[in-house]
């Protein structure tokens, strides 16, 4: 097996690991990346990105995820295809195996995993995946203006994003297996009084279907009773609010994880349980989960390693 040294590693792509990489290796710690299962992360599923600063007319998330990466690789970062398998985090320097069986000994490591989107386990919704197929309002809601579409989720965040439709689309429904939301009371009125938000309770999607484009999902509603209903929808655009599942399956008692199994930080910067472990990105975000955030704590976990190799620099 081959063992290797480094002062930084970064586990995972996309806008945090990517920004951590720049940031690392234009202060000359040479950092070795991984990319992961999926080089470049969720962005590289979506289509056009017109929110991140810099691209006044708009950019494919996977052209946008190539840049960064490019300008990682200019500054010398180690970007590699590959994924790291195992970690230990008990002492420092830290030792991490990667899928080829490279042991990788390294003073500081920035976890950059990511969240995988919950997605119903449809046939059809990896199909018209940016294609009317969205887990994410605040990214696509703007191609939807003026058009029909339906939000699933019954809690907080898909009636936040039921109700930022609401101001750009001609009409939301609210697809909500339930007979009641678990949403907080505010939001439940606020979703109850928007004159184009309908919500539909004891209803559940079957299946999407359209040409080229998503058209229309395939509804039942009060499954398995006997008022059982099937019900057809036309829509433009299906957004999935059940929540996400952030990839730390690696890292379970190595790190604090809260309930959710998102990494805990320290508060004040991206440190987590471990000193010279740091993390960044929607791994340790639960609430924005945008692009220039996780850019953002990208470059904050980049300069906390740099700061900590200083301080223990022999």
């Given amino acids: 097996m081959t063992t290797e040294n480094t002062k930084c590693l970064i586990i995972g792509s996309g806008p945090a690991g990517y920004t951590a990489a720049i940031y690392a290796s234009r202060a000359n710690i040479s950092p070795i990346l991984y990319e992961g299962l999926q080089p470049g992360g969720q962005l590289t599923t979506t289509s056009e990105v017109e929110n991140f600063p810099g691209y006044p007319e708009g950019v494919m998330g996977a052209q946008l995820m190539e840049d960064l990466r490019k300008q990682a690789v200019r500054f ?186 998102y990494i805990v930080l320290s508060g004040h910067d991206q440190s987590t349980s471990v000193e010279g472990v740091f993390a960044a990105g929607d791994v340790a975000d639960p609430n924005y989960q945008q692009a220039i955030t996780a850019a953002g704590t990208g470059c904050r976990a980049a300069l906390d390693a740099e700061h900590f190799l200083l301080e223990h620099q022999s």
């Fill in 76 to 261: 010398g970062a180690d970007v590699r295809t590959g994924i790291i398998t195992k970690v230990d985090f008990s002492n420092r320097p830290f030792t991490l195996t990667s899928d080829d069986g490279t042991i990788i000994k390294a003073d500081t490591v920035i976890v950059a995993t990511g969240a995988s989107a919950r997605y119903l386990g449809l046939p059809d919704e990896q199909r018209f995946s940016g294609l009317g197929v969205s887990a994410c309002a605040t990214c696509d809601g703007f191609f939807y203006r003026g058009r029909t579409v339906a939000v699933v989720g019954g809690g907080d965040t898909a009636c936040e994003e039921a109700m930022y439709l609401s101001n750009l689309a001609k009409k939301v429904y609210l697809i909500v297996r339930k007979d009641y939301l678990r949403a907080s009371k505010v939001m439940q009125q606020r979703v109850m009084t928007k004159e184009n938000i309908k919500v539909l309770f004891n209803t559940q999607t079957r299946g999407l279907s359209g040409t080229e484009f998503l058209e229309r999902a395939h509804l039942v509603e009060f499954a398995g009773t006997d008022n059982e209903k099937e019900l057809d929808i036309d829509i433009d655009g299906f957004f999935l609010a059940i929540g996400h599942k952030p990839n730390t399956d690696i890292f379970k008692g190595q790190l604090m994880l809260d309930e959710q199994g």
